[in-house]
């Protein structure tokens, strides 16, 4: 008999328990997946959420915060940030971003900086321009806050969020 | 009765054996439907979360209690931690301490540390740091919180730092 066995058509069988298997792409989905599962963290790329927050009510203040130390490589997915209430009626305004240090580097920026004045928008979601989105184990992310100007009324309350997609191993 | 292929077998329509036993690590990411509807479910997958606490770079250290995480999961491991100071204590004896604490239903707060962490003069700026655990394996509705305890009243206080704790919760 060749090694080689060709069937046209469906087939069924009991149990079938092949050396190896090749699995079609995007052949497998949520139901085919057994419920109590657990797969292991070590075998995922986590998403993982590095939320950076001014309190409501209070003006938005100069500050600098790490907000993620990477443990494996990974990418940065996106950069979003939502301003509570905007400065008003003068020119105070402030601006942040993400800044990265790598082996101890000096921080440098990642992505282009939110600039929120007065005609910047309550309650919206804004996104960064990511420069480069790959990072490596042990790169150091932080939040540059800075507020400025003197006149008016200052921003209050802020969240911004860097998303990554972390490997395991 | 059991039959046995030597070699490859190529189906061209469906395959729907009654039971499959797959080969070990034959799934790998793109042979997962990555439509909405092949969506895995949170509750299939074990979920590692980056717990942080963090003080300004730029302001001295200073001693607070801060709780970090209340595990909702059944079982979870802590598969690792780690400490980044920003600017280290320098010239005198002003330090600061790191301690990681858990409390069970009865909360009685304990170190899973095996020693806090000393942020002293004789770290350098940018130095990380990974504690040795002396308890990975939390229950449900155990608490986890952070003490930073800072002292000294010579030379200058350490600057912003980070804790991170890679937490793998089984849902």
């Known amino acids: 008999m060749s090694n080689l066995a060709v069937w046209q058509g469906d087939y069924s069988v009991g149990n079938l328990a092949p050396k190896t298997f090749t699995w079609g792409d995007g052949e497998i989905s949520n139901t085919d997946i ?19 927050t001014q309190p409501v009510g209070t003006d938005v203040i100069t500050e600098d915060k790490i907000i993620h130390a990477a443990r494996f490589a990974g990418t940065i997915v996106a950069i979003e940030f939502m301003p509570i209430q905007v400065p008003t009626d003068g020119n105070k305004y402030y601006f942040l971003g993400v800044e990265k240090s790598t082996g101890g580097g000096a921080w440098a920026r990642i992505a282009t900086f939110f600039v929120i004045q007065t005609t910047a928008t309550n309650l919206t979601v804004l996104t960064a321009d990511i420069y480069t989105a790959s990072y490596v184990a042990n790169d150091l992310f932080r939040v540059d806050c800075n507020a400025q100007g003197t006149t008016g009324s200052q921003g209050q309350g802020l969240i911004m969020n860097t998303i990554f997609d972390e490997d395991s191993a | 009765m059991a039959h046995q292929i030597e070699g490859s077998l190529f189906v061209d329509g469906d395959l729907a054996p009654k039971t499959m036993s797959y080969p070990n690590a034959s799934i790998d990411n793109s042979h997962v439907d990555g439509s909405s ?4 479910d949170a509750a299939t997958l074990t979920h590692r979360h980056e717990l942080t606490y963090g003080q300004l770079s730029g302001v001295d250290v200073a001693s607070e209690t801060k709780l970090l995480h209340g595990q909702r999961g059944a079982s979870s491991l802590i598969a690792d931690i780690r400490i980044f100071v920003d600017t280290a204590p320098t010239g005198g004896d002003k330090q600061f301490t790191v301690d990681l604490q858990k409390a069970d239903s009865s909360n009685d707060w304990a170190s899973i540390l095996q020693e806090e962490v000393t942020i002293d003069s004789t770290r ?6 990974t504690p ?26 350490g600057q912003g730092f980070q804790l991170s704790v890679f937490l793998d919760e089984i849902p």
């Open chain 2, 132 to 157: 040795s655990l002396n308890d990975t394996d939390f229950a449900a509705d155990d608490l986890f919180r952070v003490v930073v305890t800072a002292s000294g009243s010579t030379g200058s206080q």
């Open chain 2, 124 to 129: 350098a700026d940018g130095d990380e740091i």
């Open chain 1, 34 to 52: 057994e419920g109590n599962a657990k797969m292991d963290a070590d075998k995922l790329v986590h998403r993982i959420y590095a939320p950076y």
């Open chain 2, 37 to 40: 509807d092949g969506f895995v």
